[in-house]
Nanobody, 122 residues
Framework: QVQLVESGGGLVQAGGSLSLSCATS????????MAWFRQAPGKEREVVSAINSNGALTYYADSVKGRFTISRDNAKNTVWLLLNSLKPEDTAVYYC???????????????WGQGTQVTVSS
């Protein structure tokens, strides 16, 4: 069993930054590809960014490309998502998940965290 715990969300003004972290425990997570998803009220959960198990490959949704940065430290069992130049439309609950590289469908994730709220005011 693997547990994922997100932290770092909060309220920030447009143009500001936040750093989200996803701490993992349980099995050795260095073998897992991981991703960040988000879900805004009334909208479907969507992938924001992904990183493969050794950190060599990353993916960003077009809506966040150039503003968000994903990284991981397998020795610390942690994945981060740095959110820069935030916009009101980035407001959502952000979730980390274990999901195979190249798969962007939420239903294919094996494990989820509980989520952390990001609110961007205009």
């Amino acid at each position: 069993q693997v547990q994922l715990v997100e932290s770092g969300g909060g309220l920030v003004q447009a143009g500001g930054s936040l750093s989200l972290s996803c701490a993992t425990s349980g099995r050795t997570v260095s073998v897992y590809d991981m991703a960040w998803f988000r879900q805004a009220p009334g909208k479907e959960r969507e992938v924001v960014s992904a990183i493969n198990s050794n950190g060599a490959l990353t993916y960003y949704a077009d809506s966040v490309k150039g503003r968000f940065t994903i990284s991981r430290d397998n020795a610390k069992n942690t994945v981060w998502l740095l959110l820069n130049s935030l916009k009101p439309e980035d407001t959502a609950v952000y979730y980390c998940a274990i999901i195979p590289w190249g798969i962007r469908i939420p239903g294919r994730a094996a494990y989820w965290g509980q989520g952390t709220q990001v609110t961007v005011s205009s």
